[in-house]
């Protein structure tokens, strides 16, 4: 069966082709198998309670308004709901990192703060010594010294280099958008989602099912083609999930998001352009099976590559299902003609 299908690349004057305009209706459905499906774990809002405090330990939260602002991201989902089955230490500091995480996006959508080199060392586990710097860079230094301790130093320098990828992304995605904010006009879909597709933040995500599982993939599964096509497909389906959950919030704070991009490229309706993008998303989530089928296989079905599969797919249905929950995120949008659209995750055989 070919991967690459037309439906699930965005190629502008062949979208169409390939993706026939669905019944408009009031409903989107985003499809999961139904193997995939997890309950958050155990700890979560004893975990959340931690991160708060860490937090303000920190100096990252001060105020009752940034207060608020934890208490909207659900941080307790945010993190247990990805690791439903991890130790609860491990799923503390993942918890912990996700949450820094968004907080300091907040800050640099909008300005660089230049501190990417050290922000590199730091979650690589370098210095051992504090070096000082801000409350934000303080928690990265902090959590790449939990990480050192247990994680190789291959382990380490992957995740850096990984996260050190996402913020250098975020000065293109702010230039999309200012040039977006000053001319009325969005980009195409498709450099909408290749922006996304890093901008999402999801490769440094997929090494902490390694972290959580105490188990590390090994070089060859790492190099091989079939997983570098299930990150970057795995990407892509983060970066459309979080445009459809972030739809409400992006068209309010005029940020760039996927579905008015099709719209306005394709001179369809918000709503259809949102039935568009679900499809985009279950044609991922069929490609990525796919993908597994031929990894396993090539691991000879080792008993450790299955457990990060499961990982894997608590991953990624976890953090669908936080988006869908968060007060960040909405699950319910308004469209053009006043109607409301609603964003639902089915579990499928």
């Known amino acids: 069966m070919e991967l690459r299908s037309g439906l699930g690349r965005l190629a502008p004057g062949s979208l169409l082709k390939h993706l026939p305009k669905s019944k408009i209706s009031s409903e989107v459905i985003l499809n999961y198998p139904r193997s995939w499906k997890v309950d958050s774990h155990p700890s979560s809002q004893a975990m959340e309670r931690d991160t708060l405090a860490w937090l303000q330990g920190l100096g990252v939260v001060t105020t009752q308004e940034e207060i608020e602002r934890f208490q909207k991201l659900t941080v307790g989902g945010y993190g247990g709901w990805p690791f439903p089955y991890a130790p609860e230490e491990r799923v503390k500091s993942i918890m912990r990192f996700l949450a820094l995480w968004i907080f300091y996006d907040d800050i640099i959508e909008e300005r660089d703060d230049g501190i990417q080199e050290q922000l590199r060392e730091a979650i690589a586990g370098r210095p051992e010594v504090f070096p000082g710097g801000s409350p934000h860079f303080r928690g990265w230094w902090e959590l790449g010294q939990t990480y050192r301790k247990v994680m190789s130093p291959a382990w380490m320098e992957r995740h850096a280099e990984r996260y050190s990828e996402w913020v250098w992304s975020t000065r293109s995605e702010a230039e999309l958008v200012q040039r977006y904010r000053a001319s009325g006009r969005l980009h195409s879909a498709a450099r909408q989602l290749a922006c996304r597709t890093v901008a999402v933040g ?89 993908l597994e089928h031929r990894l396993e296989a090539k691991s000879g079905r080792d008993e450790g590559f299955k457990r990060w599969l499961g990982g894997f797919h608590a991953l990624i249905y976890g953090l669908a299902r936080w988006q869908g929950m968060a007060g960040r995120y909405r699950n319910l949008h308004e469209m053009e003609d006043g109607q409301r659209l609603r964003v639902r995750i089915v579990e499928t055989e």
């Open 202 to 290: 999801m490769l440094p995500t997929i090494d902490f099912v390694e972290y959580a599982l105490g188990w590390e993939l090994p070089e060859t599964l790492l190099a091989d083609p079939d997983m570098k096509r299930l990150e970057t497909v795995t990407c892509e389906l983060m970066a459309i999930i979080n445009d459809v959950f972030g739809f409400s919030k992006d068209r309010k704070n005029r940020w760039a998001n996927l579905i008015p991009c099709l719209a306005e490229e394709f001179h369809v309706p918000n709503e259809e352009a949102f039935h568009w993008t679900a499809a985009m998303h279950n044609a991922r989530i069929r490609e990525i099976e796919l």
